[in-house]
């Protein structure tokens, strides 16, 4: 049985994830808006050229990670009811979610798949490799010391599995392919509410060195480097 402090942790750490969820929907868009701004125009100007989406890359937190810490020793973890009580099958599969989390919406309206899996996933086909995968991670943030506590997936962590994802890929399907997927492919980042609301609001450490404004500042070259790498 937990003891009275273990539970009012637990609460405590429920209470956060819920603001950060909420905190996370505003940042949402904005990353989503960002990208959409980014990607490069089509060659010839015209609004009916055919730039080709093959694949969807998402980066983030537990607003968009689909069950990457499912075999992570974290309390930020979702792979039991009432989770997925909507989902199809009605299956907690680690979504943070009563049903399907935004990577799967967005590969569902671009026509590429209806559900995005975790990179980390049990046995993904080839197929899916092919079409994206989640790097997320419930608790993650672009400060490194945000992942600490829960023991969840830095911004750096998921861009090495970025990496591992590619040589992976490579060694399967070869460097063209490989090439090919990686630049037809749209990336999403949904990250940054954890850093403010579990760390900055929650442990000393990141107040004492910052105040608010150059944390933020802090944050934003943090994403700026990200999106860069
Ligand atoms: C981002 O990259 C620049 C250039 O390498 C570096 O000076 C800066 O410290 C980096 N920012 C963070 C938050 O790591």
Partial sequence: ADTPTELLVRS???????????????????NLLLILMARPPSADGASTAKSKIS?????????????NDNHRLTEAKADFPP??????????????SNGKVPGDMLASRLGIKELLPPYLGDDLPISELLTGVVFASGGGGYDPFTSIPVNA??????????????????????????TRVISEGIYFTVMGA?????????????????????YVKFLVSSAVNFTMN
Avoid: C, W
């Fill in 83 to 96: 989770y997925g009580q909507d989902f199809p099958g009605g299956k907690a599969t680690g979504r943070f």
């Fill in 153 to 178: 997936r830095s911004s750096t962590e998921q861009l090495g599995l970025f990496l591992k994802y590619k040589e992976r890929l490579k060694a399967s399907v070869g460097e063209d392919e490989m």
């Fill in 55 to 67: 694949a969807v890359f998402v980066f983030g937190d537990s607003i968009v990670d689909p069950g």
């Fill in 194 to 214: 954890n850093d403010l609301v579990n760390n900055y609001f929650t442990f000393p450490l990141r107040p004492h060195q910052y105040n608010l404004p150059s």
């Fill in 12 to 30: 405590q750490a429920m209470a956060s994830l819920y603001r950060g969820v909420l905190a996370g929907l505003a940042l949402l868009f904005m």
